[in-house]
């Protein structure tokens, strides 16, 4: 059975990013799903001093062992101040001192979303462009407006939306 990684790219606890990536994760089918929390993985500020003087933390090996065992990825995209989380660039800078082609390759579907109308329109911009240099093979991407009008009681509300998430999900399927 293919295993899909999602992850919420934010370390809040409540993120609208986590809950749209298990949300569209668990539209596809025929899955093993492993879920990503940030916050189960401590991460030092990411230092090449630290890395010389220490090595990988082991919180890193273990995050990095999920993705290498992974067949794919649905990835929501927190926007703070336009740019990734300060959580997940971390996450990110050190997963690419590991393996600088992060994402191996393999099926992603990209998402972003927060309370505004925009959607994280701006961190999707940069991880369309960054992404595909750290080995991202991104299959659809969605920015996600106004998650609080349009997902309600763990369901997206707005048809318009929630065609477009299942055209993705489809899509991503295909490609497993």
Known sequence: MKKVLTIGGSSSKASINKKLAEYTGQMIKDVELNHIDLNDYELPLFSIDIEKESGFPDDLVRL????????????????????????????????????????????????STSPGARGGQSVMEIALSRFPRNGGNIIGYSTFPSFNE???????????????????????????
């Open 64 to 111: 990095n062992n999920q993705v290498e065992s992974s067949d794919g990825f649905v990835v929501s995209l927190a926007e703070h101040n336009g740019a990734y989380s300060a959580a997940f660039k971390n996450a990110f800078d050190w997963l690419s001192r590991m393996e600088s082609k992060v994402w191996r390759n393999k099926p992603m579907l990209l998402l």
């Open 150 to 176: 349009n997902f309600v009681d763990g369901e997206i509300v707005n048809p318009v939306l929630k065609e477009k998430i299942k055209g993705l999900v489809s899509d991503f399927s295909e490609s497993l």
